[in-house]
């Protein structure tokens, strides 16, 4: 790690400074668990009559343990609920009381729900056979404090223990995200200090940089959707069908499959919400600006062992943004089908998504050699109130898995989804420090179709001492992209004071022709080995991928480029378990990507170039302090990078982003829940075209970036929770000359939500402050040079009740 990467530490205590909000919280918290050492941790509890199972869910969530219970040992049980003050203990002992169950902690925290142990004396009893059923729910799933899985899914191996992962991975709950407000999964994973939100607030797209490496621009085909590519909605995630949002840091061609738009910081995989307990969740929300919003989830479990299940997921929100002259339509409908059976396991899920925007905001390109101007009001709206977006999705996925042995499991699922983008605007430029812009307004088409496909097998076995869990698998994902523009009158305005123009009416273009389309398939093979007792895991695996890429002239149609090309990207990663609570761990992985398509704006624009590689180097220690996890990991990644010279953009320089990444969660004393981190990378360009450049800094890339969120619950407010956040961001370049910089900047969220009862039922009301010093910034650079601009003070209220 080189010296001036401990530089930003400073700032880190600086910014802590600032921070004394969090650190009140924290040590309140910590001053009241050890003024409670004498009695066990109490807490009062507000959880209303139910079936057994979804009470012992409740409990368990707002306790902040782990909880996990055979399938059926609940059902057909009611329970009264629980009112009153208890320890994790005594609120178990309370709710199992008359039921025959029984709950036990092992070493790890972690409650099992059991039949009581029955007299082994007598000789009329037959020794009692425990089932545990394989699939957690979502709250057991959550580690202490609620805001963070304890397991994850990583591509094709499947979902893991993050104690078990050879690699850096955080997922977000489904508790976690209905707390946030987060209405897209850009607001979820923007707590995570490896990632940075590149889209300004009110755009019609989402992207993002991980580990300092950008995943799409604008398109974000590259989301997985339940560990596939090519299926979620492709433009923009809604949260609403997410029972969790997973942020993989690294390149994962082996785990996911190559990467469709050249993500290789890392992968964002959201995995859809299932039927679990019977629900009937009613959300009504409002956003400032003017825009109410509301949402249904509704959860079933049919059939005679509840086999069946079905969960619904429908939002509709209408009305301005606190945006100037920006207003949203989105409606969503999301349905999930699963079959749980003795041997086969099926899924269907089915999302229809669509999205109307008037006045979408709009990233500016800034001028090369003009210095960043001054961040404008951050209300500011440069495009016209006469622009607009429009956008239907729609995506299906249907999986299957059947056990032909204990040990051994055949998978297979398809995928497909099918966008439609209707708009009128263009990127603005800034031509000078005034804020002056020009931009020719287009009205675009576009339809993007894809396709996804997967099928393998997957044994576990054992060669003497070790133990292996072998999965063989083929995938192959297809998408065509297909355009027609038609350009508008050229106008001018300014960032600072904009300038409202006459409206324009551009015809649709006469056709939508055919751009691109590409083919990436491949062969996979991976292997988990372990020994003495899991206390040292190997995983191996290779994949070949092939490549076919073929782009088109838009007036012709011929054919312009083609590739077809394969390559082999291993991955090794190994973990080894010192003590039962601490996992130091190593990988090496590699990325393939598409090659790059030069941009608008250089001379061979449109020109696809052949796929690269990029290679990690990670090691990093895990320690499970039994309610806090810390993580501490550091890393390298070398990855060709883009340039644009004399006119012309190629592929032939490198980019290597040298990190440390710090992260916290969990719950840090009784009451008191954190989740907070820090990353700072060394980006540097160690080649390139022009010895000027040669050792710059990367294009939107931080030296350090820091997220802390905090929760308490107040001692004296039973059911009221106080919540913050504070983000932190260092300065960062817009071009590789490093002679255009955007300044650092620091925001603070805060927060607090109610949980009680309305005639009997659960009700949670929530609001959130978000930037509430309402704080003008640039939030960060894409590679092409476009500015984003930080979201307005923005008020979100919500209520949300269980019937």
Do not use: C
């Not at 800034?430 to 009205?443: F, L």
Request: glycine content about 10%; proline content about 5%.
């Amino acid at each position: 790690m080189q010296a001036h990467l401990i530089k930003p530490v400073r700032k880190v205590i600086q910014v802590l400074f600032v921070g004394l909000t969090f650190t009140t919280l924290y040590q309140a918290g910590i001053s009241q668990a050890q003024a409670e050492t004498a009695a066990p941790a109490r807490k009062t509890f507000q959880i209303a009559p139910g079936p057994l199972a979804k009470v012992l869910s409740e409990f368990a969530a707002e306790a902040g343990v782990l909880m996990s219970a055979s399938a059926s040992l609940a059902d057909g049980m009611h329970s009264q609920g629980l009112q009153g003050s208890y320890s994790v203990e005594e609120g178990f002992a309370a709710l199992l009381a008359t039921t025959g169950l029984v709950a036990s902690k092992n070493d790890s925290g972690r409650y099992t729900i059991t039949r009581k142990p029955v007299d082994r004396a007598s000789p009329d009893v037959l020794p009692e056979v425990q089932v545990q059923s394989a699939k957690e729910t979502s709250n057991s799933n959550a580690y202490a404090g609620g805001m963070i899985a304890r397991r994850n899914r990583l591509g094709m191996l499947g979902d893991i223990d993050v104690q078990d992962a050879p690699f850096n991975v955080t997922g977000f709950t489904e508790e976690a995200i209905a707390n946030q407000q987060a209405s897209t999964i850009a607001d979820v994973v923007a707590r995570d200090p490896s990632v940075r939100r590149t889209a300004p607030s009110g755009d019609v797209a989402d992207a993002f940089f991980v580990r300092g490496f950008p995943i799409g621009d604008n398109n974000i085909g590259e989301i997985a959707f339940d560990g596939l590519f090519g299926v979620a909605p492709n433009y923009r995630l809604m949260t609403d069908y997410a029972e969790r949002v997973e942020v993989l840091k690294g390149p994962a061609a082996m785990l996911y499959g190559m990467s469709p738009n050249s993500g290789v910081g890392g992968s964002i995989n959201l995995v859809p919400k299932r039927a679990g307990n019977d629900l009937t969740r009613v959300r009504l929300g409002y956003t400032s600006g003017g825009q109410p919003n509301g949402a249904v989830d509704v959860s079933r479990r049919l059939g005679d062992a509840r086999q069946f299940g079905i969960r619904f997921n429908g939002s509709h929100r209408d009305g301005d943004t606190p945006i100037d002259h920006q207003s949203q339509r989105a409606t969503l409908g999301a349905l999930a089908l699963d079959y749980q059976g003795e041997r086969l396991r099926a899924t269907l899920d089915l999302i229809d998504q669509v999205e109307k925007v008037d006045g979408p905001s709009r990233r500016p390109f800034l001028t090369a050699g003009v210095a960043v101007p001054g961040a404008p009001d951050n209300r500011t709206n440069i495009t016209q109130r006469w622009e607009w977006y429009d956008s239907h999705e729609r995506s299906a996925l249907l999986r299957g898995e059947y056990e032909l042995h204990d040990q051994l499991a055949v998978f297979g699922s398809y995928g497909l989804a099918h966008s439609i983008v209707d708009r009128l605007f263009n990127t603005p430029v800034i031509a000078n420090t005034a804020g002056n812009t020009s931009v020719t307004p287009a009205r675009a088409e576009f339809e993007v179709d894809r396709h996804s496909a997967e099928a393998g097998v997957r044994g576990k076995f054992d060669t003497g001492p070790l133990k292996h869990q072998v999965t063989l698998q083929f995938s192959q994902y297809e998408d065509k992209y297909s355009l027609g523009s038609v350009n508008g009158q050229a106008y001018s305005s300014n960032i600072y004071t904009p300038i409202a123009q006459p409206a324009q009416y551009v015809a649709a273009p006469a056709s939508v022709t055919r751009r691109s389309e590409n083919t990436l398939s491949g062969v996979a093979v991976s292997d988990r080995l372990s020994i003495l007792d899991e206390q040292l895991q190997l995983t191996l695996g290779l994949r070949r991928q092939q490549v076919q890429s073929d782009t088109y002239s838009p007036t012709t149609g011929a054919r312009t480029a083609s590739y077809d090309q394969h390559a082999v990207t291993p991955m090794a990663g190994l973990l080894f378990k010192p003590w039962q609570h601490v996992s130091l761990y190593a990988n090496y992985s590699e990325g393939l990507s598409k090659g790059d398509i030069a941009p608008a704006g250089t001379s061979n624009v449109g020109e696809a170039f052949a796929p690269y590689k990029a290679k990690q180097h990670e090691v990093g220690v895990k320690v499970d302090h039994g309610q806090i996890m810390t993580t501490v990991s550091v890393f390298q990644i070398e990855r060709p990078a883009s340039q644009t010279s004399n006119g012309r953009f190629a592929v032939d320089g490198e980019q290597r982003n040298r990190g440390l990444e710090l992260s916290v969660y969990g719950a840090v004393a009784e009451g008191v829940r954190l989740y907070s981190g820090a990353t700072f990378i060394d980006a540097e360009l160690t080649k390139t075209n022009n010895p000027l450049t040669r050792g710059n800094n990367a294009v939107g890339v931080p030296r350090m970036q820091l997220s802390l969120n905090a929760e308490w619950d107040i001692p004296l407010l039973s059911g009221f929770t106080l919540t913050g956040g504070l983000f932190h961001s260092d300065d960062q370049y817009v071009n590789q000359a490093n002679t255009q910089s955007l300044p650092s900047w620091t925001t603070f969220d805060l927060g607090g939500r109610y949980r009680t009862q309305l005639a009997g039922k659960p009700l949670v009301l929530r609001a959130d402050l978000r930037n509430v010093t309402d704080k003008d910034y640039w939030a960060g650079a894409s590679t092409y040079g476009t500015l984003s601009l930080g979201a307005p003070r923005t008020l979100l209220l919500s209520a949300t009740m269980d019937f």
